[in-house]
């Protein structure tokens, strides 16, 4: 029998990119991850805060997923969410996690690790406050990750939420941000023949450590 599936084995393609050196970088990661970030958002505004958010439960299992970048500063590198959903649920049992840029156009993905924490609830409150009226509906009814009978089921509970008036459409507390404190960054950069340049942040001996990696 055929195969029915795919074989992508033999897809190719070449990245050309200039060099990264350890000259280049800032000796403070959260500074060379401004640099990058900088020249995404002049790249492609529109999903230059995507990021994959990787955690796992307590057994190890892993999830992950996008989400989108909303703050960050020398503290970490916050998001938004629904406590109770997988993520949640996960990050509950297991406070670590890793989060992944990849900035397609200009071949180079940033990997950030560490120990994650709950933002207070009036952070979250200010930020929900700050979103179109939909997206507040959509948060204020749906309990992610769980499942539902139907699509008709969620749209009857936005109509009836929209009916509400607008000072009644409030921030869950089940609903808010999480902050990842950085331990180790990993900036790639693609470059030909797969001989790619890695540089790895660890935080030791209280300064910032700076190694290149093998591709």
């Known amino acids: 029998m055929a195969n029915q599936y795919s074989d992508v084995a033999g897809l190719r393609r070449e990245y050309v990119a200039s060099g990264l050196h350890k000259t280049d970088l800032s000796a403070d990661p ?3 991850f ?10 492609h505004p529109d999903d230059a805060t995507s990021m994959t958010l990787a955690t796992a439960d307590e057994q190890g299992r892993p999830g992950a997923r996008i989400v989108l970048l909303k ?11 629904d406590f109770r959903s997988e993520k949640g649920e996960q990050l509950k ?12 156009g200009l071949e180079r993905q940033v990997r950030i690790r560490g120990p994650v924490e709950q933002l207070d609830y009036a952070f979250g409150e200010r930020y929900f406050n700050e979103r179109p009226l939909g997206s507040r509906i959509s948060a204020a009814v749906s309990h992610q990750s769980a499942p539902v009978d139907s699509r008709s089921t969620l749209e009857k509970a936005v109509e009836q939420m ?27 950069q693609g470059r ?3 001989l790619h340049d890695r540089f790895r942040y660890e935080f030791a001996d209280e300064q910032w450590q700076i190694h290149r990696l093998q591709p």
């Open 30 to 32: 959260f500074d060379q």
């Open 93 to 104: 049992e297991n406070p670590y996690a890793e989060i992944l840029f990849y900035w397609y």
């Open 192 to 194: 030909e023949n797969r």
């Open 34 to 43: 401004q640099r990058w970030f900088d020249k995404a958002l002049l790249a």
């Open 71 to 81: 703050h960050f500063d020398k503290h970490g590198f916050c998001w938004f969410t």
């Open 162 to 188: 929209r009916e509400k008036p607008e000072s009644e459409i409030i921030c869950p507390e089940t609903w808010g941000g999480y902050r990842l404190i950085p331990e180790r960054f990993e900036f790639w």
